[in-house]
């Protein structure tokens, strides 16, 4: 099955430090998206991204589904950004009905 | 727009015991998935359900099982609890069954003893 693998593992930020988080995958895709898991476990809607860029507030994404790559950045974060970040897909072959995702970018952000 | 919602919140069992956890879907959404999340790790799907049938499977034994009502919400049914079943137990649900935005609902954390 397809692959997604994401980095940093763990990220470690001041409060206004900008960062760049990255996710690769194996194979072609008809859906990638970006969430953010609270504390409580919710994983938060950030981006459906198959390919392009979008921007919401501080938060941007890019996909560039050729070269299988998406790349999250958070600009100016702040301590409400801390969290686990992962990175879903959802494979152009048979198995296009689930989403895969990746083990996640766990992000601390200090104050 | 009503999200989509998960219950219970928590539940404790014992290894061999059942478990229902129950899930209603977004509205206007007529496709339901499950996936399982154990800790320090990224959600696993289950299974998917469509049109009150299952659309798709992941790699977990028979044990674990599902329904999809009418009214599009669904239930995840696991038999026989094992200890590796602990873990936190997502929906989410979507307009279609593929090449669409997924939604997730607040999880139901379940712990066997």
């Known amino acids: 099955g397809i692959q997604v693998e994401q980095s940093p593992p763990d990220l470690i930020l001041q409060e206004g430090a900008n960062s760049t988080l990255r996710c690769n995958f194996s194979d072609s895709v008809n859906n990638l998206q970006w969430f953010h898991q609270n504390p409580w476990g919710q994983l938060i809607n950030l981006f459906y991204i198959p390919s392009g860029t979008k921007q919401n507030g501080r938060l941007s994404a890019t996909t560039v589904a050729t070269e299988r790559y998406s790349l999250l950045y958070i600009s100016s974060s702040q301590t409400t950004d801390s969290g686990v970040y992962f990175c879903a897909v959802e494979n152009s072959g048979g198995s296009n009905y689930k989403l895969t995702f990746g083990k996640g970018t766990l992000l601390t952000v200090n104050p | 727009e009503t999200g989509v919602t998960q219950s219970p919140t928590h539940l404790i069992k014992t290894r061999g015991q059942q478990v229902t956890l129950r899930c209603s879907s977004q509205s206007g959404h007529n496709t339901v998935s499950w996936y399982q999340q154990a800790l320090g790790q990224g959600p696993q799907f289950i299974f998917q359900?469509?049109?009150?049938?299952?659309?798709g499977r992941g790699n977990f034994p028979p044990r674990f099982s599902g329904l999809q009502f009418p009214n599009y919400s669904s239930e995840l049914n696991v038999n026989a609890l094992e200890l590796d079943d602990s873990a936190l137990y997502l929906c989410a649900s979507s307009p279609r069954t593929a090449y669409n935005e997924q939604f997730f609902g607040p999880g139901t954390r379940l712990t066997v003893l």
């Open positions: 359900y469509y049109r009150e049938e299952e659309n």
